[in-house]
């Protein structure tokens, strides 16, 4: 199935949730939806008859200044096709449902992203800190952070 045809069906099923269909080359196709809907999204990708998107193979953060953003890229092994997905969150509140329950493997990409960006992955298991020491403050991949001097007395290299 063409990235179009699965636009089509989330349309379909979401309408206005669905916010943006962009498929201009150099990047691959993907579909920006509101953030209340990314439990019930995923939820929807992965039984769908049609879809089967049952594997999550990376899910990113990204600053973009006043709002965070989650990339999902999904496979299917059953029908060989993949697709993403994309919502944005407010930094100054960024919160978004936990997928780690629909795809095992976004346990720990949620808690990196997390840990790097702050995005908050509500009702996730176990959302502690993955890289970063567990006293650390803030989050280093924020376009906005500044890196402490010293960490525990130690001065932090450059």
């Not at 990708?45 to 999904?74: A, P, Q, T, W």
Request: net charge negative; aromatic share 14%; charged share 30%.
């Amino acid at each position: 199935m063409q990235a179009e045809d699965i636009y089509k069906k989330l349309q379909e099923k979401f309408g206005e949730a669905i916010i943006e269909f962009k498929s201009e080359p150099p990047s691959d196709a993907f579909v920006i939806v509101k953030p209340e809907i990314v439990l019930e999204i995923s939820l929807f990708l992965r039984d769908d008859e049609d879809l089967k998107f049952d594997y999550l193979k990376c899910l990113s953060g990204m600053d973009f200044g006043e709002n965070l953003g989650i990339v999902y890229h999904l496979y299917s092994m059953k029908f060989a096709h993949h697709f993403e997905f994309k919502t944005l969150v407010p930094k100054s509140d960024p919160k978004v449902h936990s997928v780690e329950r629909v795809w095992r493997s976004a346990d720990w990409h949620e808690r990196e992203a997390y840990d790097l960006i702050g995005i908050d992955f509500v009702n996730h298991h176990n959302l502690i800190r993955i890289l970063c020491p567990y006293d650390w403050e803030g989050h280093p991949l924020q376009k906005d952070y500044e890196t402490p001097e010293y960490y525990h007395g130690m001065r932090v290299p450059y």
